[in-house]
């Protein structure tokens, strides 16, 4: 379903030229849950933007489904965004100025066909179900703890129905006891069908993933396909 | 990223910059206006013990008649110098021709006693001063330095020639120095070329003995001995004045309920006029200023924190107190204040270099107008202060607990903040404030410029007013007889279309003539004026009713009038007022004055539109001419030696001159309201700018999470126009009721056209700073956005 053929990303600044990914080829088939690991600066945010279509690739070729998708308009890209992918960062990016629910809403807002009041809410509240967050619906993000809070940011992530939910270090802001319980949600929502791509640097998590991807200075290390099943882990 | 970075560090260096240079240029021009011209001494000896006696005539109502002394009591007070005083000066003011020089032109003369000059100190370039008591002196003169350089090319020679001043010589025995500074006694442009001695003053023999006339051109200073009060010497000279003059018209029933006073005015209050109102007016609209500026600035300096907060949260780390930030921080607000201050002095001291020229005649003693160090040093300490009050407004809205966090959430977060609450209000704010002030702005400015338009808005090209000058020894009728053919000679060149036997209707006091109507005695008093029978064509002044003067009915001397639409709608309507008999002498039957004819209004500036009434009359040494082509005095001189050879011009003005002249306080006072209004507009336009830059960049995580979502810079756009207009609505209702509440003290009628103009005008403003705002934030890359930290990244 995602296909990155010899990705490369070089950042320019002034002084330095970083090549932050060389040669990247990565298939991800739906209902696949994978994780990218390796050290700090080696790639592996880069490598999800690029997946997110939030940056896009210095050179290579990346198709989504049918779309290629290696260049696109801002606008294509947030389209394809809206409807294909769901993200979940490190630092949760609620906006505090709203409720839970709109926060969760926010992604149907910005759909081309709109949905009606009543499907909204259904769909919300369906979502923060399954986060387990459905008594928390009108607080403001900030009167929730930390993995409440990446609750809210994955049913935000799911409430378009994503191809593809694309996790950066979801548990780098929290305790472990959250981190836990975070990890265990997410891993869930794979055996529920929902595809997965996450980045962590943590080899606990990365092993949770049937599929694991390393990373090293940019370098794509190999695929280990993991034994052992999520849940036992947990 | 960097040269992205550098240049928006420009944008808010060059905004405070600009802002602070332009508030200070103000203050610092008006706080050296204020302090050189009121609270600095005059450039005289002892200068705040010297007066002007003033010399008011009440009538039986106790009300001021006018202030002038007449001849004798003037001589009588200077022969008896009281012991009050200790010295006293008379000086007696003219305009003449000085005859000597080959183009004869006219220059203002000063016939004073010899103490004036050690009152005023006057230093002197060469020779000496008059010395010689009042009756004993010889013809002499001191020239100014200005008259000696332009009537007398600086000859190193001059001392005991001879000028000629209309019919009379005088030896130059003296020249001013380049720097005296003469008083201005008595109007804003006196410009005294040559000094005389008293006895030779131009007011005439018949004259001198009567204690009831009043010479306006004859006037008294003195200084007072030390340790006496100006208020002092005015009660008891007023008696002892008024008891002298009572005793000399006691036999007449005119004045017999009135009474007279000296007045000792400090010099001072009689040289700054009415200004120090203006000038404090000035020094609190600087105030105004600098209140809006710091604003504006400290919405700038809060945009610029939360930019740089990352930078404020690794020093937090790395172990700064919140002194040391507190430091770090004001160091570059310092720079920026000391960088406008800098500025601002060199540019107010080009500026008052321009005004010590461009505010004579506006302003008195604007040749003292300079930059004080004193108002250097006040600026200084305003300066600092701004730094301070700005870095107060920085601290207080970082929350210093919240900056080392800021670090280990990678940047979630912000640490810099102000409510949203608070930022509404600014928002609301600076929109009413703007919306307000550009309607004022508007208001104001359109009423002022259609003012001055209006004007004495007939047609003035190629017009002149040319004064004749003929000895006065010359008999009464030849006199009349010269100046006729002077007219005519003037009428017969190819150039001159057009000849009124009138003087200019510029500036011209608004004398009212007190009429009794025939018919039903009803006093009226419009303004008279005395022109010819041709005045009124001259002017094109249309013709509403009835007819113009006929030249023939007014050599045969018939009474006739015809007066403006002002006057006919007092009169009960233009048809009514027509054949309506007008005299000055009810008593009288062959008195009377027949209204002949209206014409339209002649609006004059600062003045409602009064009733004008003109009498013909054959005319004097005056004439107006119109011509084909702009023409100079020196055109006519040969053409009147031939009319007569005595036969000068005495002056010879333009008319669009005399306007622009006579309008030159309004024009000055308009342009610099408009001025400092625009100034006010242009910040509060920076201040919206800052204020869409600071709420834009605190959220500029919220934009990018809203586009990873799926949000297109169009939503973006959409969602924040919304917003933007709920705060105009706001802003609207307030201003709207700002507008009508103000609206009195500026004395103006609520416009409601005037006020849409400016709410459109800031609506329209405001959305496009806020979309370019927002266009230039959403041109960064996505995953800065989303990281707000990353902003400053490198
Ligand atoms: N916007 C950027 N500009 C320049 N260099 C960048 C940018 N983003 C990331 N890099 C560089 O690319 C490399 C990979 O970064 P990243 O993908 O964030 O690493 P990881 O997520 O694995 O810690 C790093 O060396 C980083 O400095
Ligand atoms: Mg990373």
């Known amino acids: 379903m995602i296909v990155l053929k010899n990705i490369n990303k070089v950042f320019e600044t002034e002084e330095l030229q970083t090549h932050a990914l060389r040669n990247i080829s990565l298939e991800i088939a739906k209902g696949d849950f994978i994780s990218i690991s390796g050290p700090s600066g080696c790639g592996k945010s880069t490598l999800l933007s690029i997946i997110g279509l939030i940056d896009q690739a210095t050179s290579g070729s990346y198709t989504i489904g049918a779309h290629d998708v290696t260049t696109l308009t801002l606008d294509q890209a947030a389209e394809l965004r809206n409807e294909h992918i769901g993200f979940v960062f490190q630092a949760f990016n609620l906006i505090d100025e709203i409720s839970v629910f709109d926060n969760v809403a926010l992604p149907l807002k910005y759909r081309p066909e709109k949905l009606s009041k009543a499907e909204v809410k259904l769909r919300v509240e369906y979502c923060l179900q399954k986060v387990g967050l459905s008594h928390r619906v009108q607080h403001k993000p900030n009167q929730l703890s930390g993995g409440q809070q990446q609750r809210v940011a994955i049913a935000r992530a799911l409430v378009t129905e994503p191809s593809i939910l694309l996790v950066d270090e979801p548990t780098g802001n929290l305790d472990s006891k959250s981190g836990d319980q975070v990890m265990q949600l997410i891993a869930e929502l794979h055996q529920q069908g929902t595809t997965v791509c996450m980045v962590t640097h943590d080899p606990r998590y990365a092993d949770m993933a049937p599929r694991q991807v390393k990373l090293f200075d940019g370098e794509l290390l190999g695929t280990v396909a993991s034994a052992q099943s999520v849940s036992q882990r947990a | ?794």
């Open chain 2, 1 to 794: 990223m960097q040269v992205f970075n550098l240049g928006r560090a420009n944008i808010y260096h060059v905004s405070v910059v600009t802002t602070l240079s332009c508030v200070f240029v103000v203050m610092l021009v008006a706080m050296g206006m204020l302090h050189s011209l009121y609270f600095s001494p005059l450039p005289y000896p002892d200068s705040e013990r010297i007066v002007k006696l003033e010399y008011p005539m009440f009538d039986e109502n106790g009300n001021e008649s006018s202030e002038a002394f007449n001849y004798p009591s003037l001589m009588y007070l200077y022969e008896h110098k009281p012991a009050a005083m200790e010295q006293l000066a008379m000086v007696h003011y003219a305009e003449q021709l000085l005859t000597s020089d080959a183009d004869a032109p006219q220059v203002e003369s000063a016939y004073v006693s010899p103490e004036w000059f050690s009152i005023f100190d006057m230093s002197l370039a060469m020779g000496r001063v008059i010395t010689e008591p009042v009756d004993e002196s010889s013809p002499v003169a001191v020239l100014s330095y200005q008259a000696w350089q332009s009537h007398f090319n600086g000859d190193p020679d001059i001392l005991n020639k001879t000028l000629r001043l209309d019919e009379r010589e005088f030896t130059i025995v003296g020249v001013a120095a380049e720097q005296f500074y003469e008083p201005n006694l008595k109007k804003l442009t006196h410009n005294t070329a040559v000094w005389l001695p008293w006895q030779y003053n131009l007011t005439s023999e018949e004259a001198k003995p009567y204690w009831w006339n009043r010479y306006a051109l004859n006037l008294m200073v003195g200084k007072l001995a030390t340790g006496v009060e100006h208020e002092q010497v005015s009660l008891s000279l007023s008696n002892e004045m008024n008891t002298l003059w009572r005793s000399k018209v006691s036999d007449s029933e005119y004045f017999a309920k009135w009474h007279i006073g000296i007045r000792a005015m400090p010099l001072k209050s009689i040289m700054l006029g009415k200004s120090p109102l203006l000038l404090f007016g000035m020094f609190v609209v600087s105030l105004g200023l600098l209140g809006i500026a710091l604003l504006n600035i400290s919405n700038l300096y809060l945009a610029r924190l939360s930019q740089i907060q990352r930078r404020l949260a690794i020093q937090a780390v790395v172990g700064a107190k919140i002194s040391d930030i507190a430091l770090m921080q004001w160091l570059p607000l310092l720079a920026l204040c000391s960088v406008s201050l800098v500025v601002a002095i060199g540019a107010s001291y080009v500026i008052c270099l321009w005004l010590q020229t461009e505010l004579v005649g506006l302003l008195p003693q604007a040749q003292l107008i300079s930059l004080t160090w004193q108002s250097v040093l006040a600026l200084a300490l305003v300066a600092l202060l701004t730094s301070w009050l700005l870095l107060l407004a920085g601290m207080s809205a970082i929350r210093f607990r919240h900056l080392t966090h800021m670090l280990k959430q990678s940047g979630k977060g912000t640490a810099v903040v102000v409510s949203a609450r608070v930022q509404r209000i600014m928002a609301v704010s600076q929109l009413s404030i703007s919306i307000i002030l550009t309607f004022f702005c508007f208001n104001v400015g359109v009423a002022a410029i259609s003012h001055l338009n209006n004007a004495y808005a007939v047609d003035l090209t190629n017009k002149y007013e040319v004064t004749f000058y003929a000895p006065d020894t010359m008999p009464r009728d030849e006199y009349q007889e010269v100046m006729r053919q002077a007219s005519e000679a003037l009428g017969n060149t190819a150039e001159v279309i057009a000849v009124s036997r009138s003087r200019s209707p510029i500036g011209q006091g608004v004398g009212t003539w007190s009429l009794q109507e025939v018919e039903t005695l009803e006093r009226v008093h419009p303004v008279g004026r005395v022109v010819d029978s041709g005045y009124l064509e001259f002017f094109s002044l249309p013709l509403l009713q009835g007819q113009f003067f006929d030249s023939e009915a007014v050599r045969r001397g018939e009474q006739q009038l015809i007066i403006n639409k002002t006057f006919a709608e007092q009169l009960g309507g233009e048809e009514k007022a027509l054949g309506k008999r007008l005299s000055f002498n009810i008593a009288d039957e062959d008195a009377a004055f027949e209204i002949i004819g209206v014409v339209a209004d002649l609006a004059v500036p600062g003045e409602p539109a009064l009733p004008h009434v003109y009498r013909a009359v054959q005319g004097s040494n005056t004439a107006l001419i119109k011509t084909k082509q702009p023409v100079t005095k020196s055109h006519f001189a040969a053409l009147l030696t031939q009319v007569h050879p005595a036969l000068k011009i005495f002056s010879f003005k333009s008319l669009t001159a005399q306007r622009e002249q006579y309008l030159l306080t309004d024009t000055l006072v308009t342009y610099g309201a408009l001025f400092i209004f625009a100034l006010a507009l242009l910040l509060v336009i920076i201040g919206l700018f800052g204020v869409f830059r600071y709420s834009q960049s605190l959220k500029a995580s919220y934009y990018g999470t809203k586009m990873v979502l799926g949000a297109k810079h169009s939503d973006l756009t959409r969602e924040d126009l919304t917003t933007h207009f709920k705060h105009i609505g706001i802003a609207l209702m307030i201003s709207l009721t700002g507008g009508l509440l103000l609206s009195p003290y500026f004395q103006q009628t609520f416009n409601v056209a005037e006020f849409s103009i400016a709410a459109v005008g800031i609506v329209l403003v405001s959305s496009s700073c806020l979309y370019f705002s927002l266009q230039q934030i959403l041109r960064r890359p996505l995953n800065a956005l989303i990281n707000p930290s990353e902003l400053v990244k490198g």
